[in-house]
């Protein structure tokens, strides 16, 4: 049985979200699962499989007003710098610290997802942001300044004039 497996728990209530979430689940199951010849491929996978699901949370952020230095960016970052560095102890033999990764990945996710991911999900659905087309139906919804901090009210107290300027959402 894996560390961490899909459940009602996990569910945001956006869709394409929760689908990511659920492959980055299915994946790290894989990790677990996989023995010696196969658990590096398994986390090269999970590996890509994250940078692309982490750059996509990361684009909807900016497209809505969050600020490219808020903590929820950052912990991307993070999180998969660690993961490559993994991967390059991997296939230097270390598959123990692959294997402990992934556990701590798992337990790191549930976490990751229920507050800042949430956090996120409830802000797209206040805006109308379409994750799939990139629309928001109710840009009188969008902030007026930058969303700093985890995407919440929270402010980090970082100055604006430091961020990058936010995407521009297409409006409907």
């Known amino acids: ?9 996990l569910v945001l ?11 980055f689940v299915d994946l790290l199951a894989a990790v677990e699962q996989a023995g ?6 398994a986390w090269q996978a999970l590996i890509d499989h994250t940078d692309q699901h982490f750059g996509q949370e990361d684009y909807w952020m900016a497209a809505t007003r969050f600020a490219s230095g808020n903590c929820h960016s950052t912990q991307h970052k993070v999180v998969l710098t660690i993961m490559r560095e993994g991967a390059e102890r991997g296939a230097k033999g270390e598959l123990d610290v692959v294997r402990t990764m992934a556990r701590e990945l798992a ?6 997802s229920q507050s800042m991911d949430a956090a996120l999900a409830l802000h797209l659905r206040r805006v109308g942001y379409d994750p799939a087309t990139g629309t928001v139906h109710a840009p009188d919804a969008l902030p007026q ?7 919440g009210a929270c402010s980090s107290g970082d100055d604006e004039a430091h961020a990058a300027p936010a995407a521009q959402p297409a409006v409907a």
């Open 1 to 9: 049985m894996a560390a961490l497996e899909w459940t009602d728990a």
């Open 13 to 23: 209530d956006l869709p394409l979200m929760d689908d990511t979430h659920r492959e």
């Open 36 to 41: 010696d010849a196969q658990v590096l491929p």
């Open 107 to 112: 337990v790191w996710f549930p976490q990751h």
């Open 145 to 151: 300044d930058l969303i700093h901090g985890c995407g």
